[in-house]
């Protein structure tokens, strides 16, 4: 089993920025991927960024420019800094940490969510 925990979400006004945070623990082979999800009410999930183990990265189109996402392999830990914030970026953000294992496809891991508030 993995645990997979957020931090970092709150109330902000639009325009100003907030930094999520995201670690991974328990029965970890190999972390090959981590990423930020999003989940408005009444939406479907959709991603936001997520980043590999060799560092690549990729972007919703909606949040390119304004967010970055970064994160450390030894400590299995994400971030995603949040920059020019508009109420349309109102949701609960979900970290995912894929655990790959030998001979087989791995599991994704979800944390519970951190709500992300920006009022106008």
């Known amino acids: 089993q993995v645990q997979v925990v957020e931090s970092g979400g709150g109330l902000v006004q639009a325009g100003g920025s907030l930094r999520l945070s995201c670690a991974a623990s328990?029965?970890?082979?190999?972390?090959?991927?981590m990423g930020w999800y999003r989940q408005a009410p009444g939406q479907q999930r959709e991603l936001v960024a997520t980043i590999t183990d060799t560092g690549r990265t990729n972007y919703a189109d909606s949040v390119k420019g304004r967010f970055t996402i970064s994160g450390d392999n030894a400590k299995n830990t994400v971030y995603l800094q949040m920059n020019s914030l508009k109420p349309e970026d109102t949701a609960v953000y979900y970290c995912?940490?894929?655990?790959?294992?030998?001979?087989?496809?791995?599991?994704?891991?979800w944390g519970k969510g951190t709500l992300v508030t920006v009022s106008s």
């Open positions: 995912k940490a894929h655990n790959s294992v030998p001979l087989g496809y791995g599991m994704d891991y």
């Open positions: 328990g029965n970890i082979y190999s972390i090959i991927l």
